[in-house]
């Protein structure tokens, strides 16, 4: 009877320690949904249907699980492995496996209260006194069976060349509008193509129909206001037109748009001047072309430029249609040696990107910059417009075919290698800290309690676990920055502490405590 008394109890003991290790919404999922999910599917959104609430996850729970363990979701096309680009939209594996087993464990909710709140995309405009200003007209979407492509130009009605420090692109509609691509041009060929169609703008695929527009700049869902790395600008000469390229997708005639854009001028002419252009294209720069994909053919085509002299980079955007299935860039040195830059095994026409770098790739002169394309054409690419397969070669139209690697560039200077990219001004973008299920071992988490929680003007922290010595005690919000530290001393198995909060308006907060080896936090919040 003792025996099968121990037994009961170890395995009681076993399931609580089970069941204490699975997430739940507030302190461990809502903040990985926030952070990676919530730009796209907000309210009206482009995604199809929101995830800005525990009701909203919980009702595609099984989907979700389902897309993050297969990789599907967040869309991310560049092989994290090849280069470490900014702002990667890529879940880790302990994030996978919190909603994995949140999942599984029933998709507990845990305390409402704890919960961050979720991000407001729909917020006022960050540049709010800018220097120019693109208003789009009110154009309605013709995407019935296909994508459409529509160019808008507008002069800029500048008279002297100005330097581009930040702009910031406002959708009209987020439901519709897919991406945005800001270009500049200096002859008049964009006015033509607009006088030429009758609606508001003119139709455009791939390209803007001018072979001298110069890029600016992108914006994909999700993304805030962009500046320019500090004592840097994109240079806009006098006189020119801005051309504004729209994304709307399948299924969205019939609504609304009227995108504005907003950007940043700098009133300094001593910037250090960032270029953005392809410099490896599908005109010069092909080693075995012309791009040329015969019907059920796969081809593998290269293209190659030699630089004339140093350069730095600080971005990289490969182009292609939709029979390309992969591309990938380098650089190699006079040496021999590689410089990896960008590779995309999976080309999505529907989810390019213009990717920054972490940090600034400095290239010396003599080098080649490299690409690698692949393209199928036959029935076996899902993505193939011509059913049989037909013929495809370069062109703008949505049947044809691009190779172009845009990068966003400068003159190669003196200690480029410890050149910050932070822009000049910060973006606050939304962010929230999840509380890991891996940093937290089920027991040492259970071994802190905070009360009572929520709390006003005081909380007591209590620890009962085998942490002795020194510990670190911090505080900080939702966006990470330290508000309140302080260390403690510990000596036997359990402590208690008051901590003040004067000075903490009302909000959530997590709360750490580590010995240097370990650390637990929890979510607290002041009310």
Known sequence: MKHFALLLFITITSF????????????????????????????GGIAPFPLLSYDDVKLYAGLIKSVVSEGIMPPWPPDPD????????????????TIVDWVDGGTP?????????????????????PDLVVQLPAYTSKAVNGDEYRCFVFPSELLEDRFITGFEVIPGNRNIVHHVLVFQDQSDRALQLDAGDPAPGYLCFGGVGSNSAEMIGAWVPGQGAQ???????????????????????????????????NFQLSDRSDLREVNVDFILNHFTSMVNGPLYIPANTVKTFRQEFKTPV?????????????????????????????????DIPEWDFEWQGFYRFQEPVTIPAGSFLRSEAVYDNTSANPHNPNDPPLPVSV??????????????????????????????????GYSCNAISTDTNDPAEWQSLTLSPNPAREQIRIELENEWNGLLELSVRNT???????????????????????????????????TNGKKKIIKRMVIN
């Open 16 to 43: 609580v320690s089970v069941k204490a290790q699975v997430p739940n919404w507030s302190e461990n999922v809502a903040c990985i949904i926030y952070n990676n999910c919530a730009s796209c599917h907000t309210t």
């Open 82 to 97: 090849y280069h470490p680009l900014a702002d990667e939209r890529i879940l880790t594996d302990a994030e996978i496996r």
């Open 109 to 129: 909710a845990g305390d409402l209260l704890l919960a961050p709140d979720p991000p407001d995309n729909q917020g006022a405009e960050v540049i709010a006194d």
């Open 227 to 261: 500046y320019l790395p500090r004592d840097m600008g994109i240079r806009i000469p006098a006189g020119s037109n801005i051309v504004v390229q729209l994304h709307y997708p399948e299924g969205s005639a019939g609504e609304v748009d009227n995108t504005k854009i």
């Open 310 to 342: 140093p350069v730095t980079v600080i971005g990289v955007a490969p182009h292609m249609h939709l029979i390309g299935r992969s591309i990938k860039t380098w650089a190699q040195r006079p040496d021999g040696s590689i410089i990896p830059l960008i």
């Open 395 to 428: 062109g703008e139209a949505t049947t044809d075919e691009m190779m172009l690697v845009t990068f966003t560039w400068l003159f190669y200077d003196f200690g480029d290698e410890q050149l910050s990219l932070e822009p000049e001004v910060p973006v606050n």
């Open 479 to 513: 966006f990470g920055q330290l508000l309140k530290s302080r260390s403690l001393e510990k000596s036997g198995t359990r402590a208690s502490w008051n901590l003040q909060l004067d000075g903490l308006p009302p909000g959530v907060y997590l709360l750490q405590l």
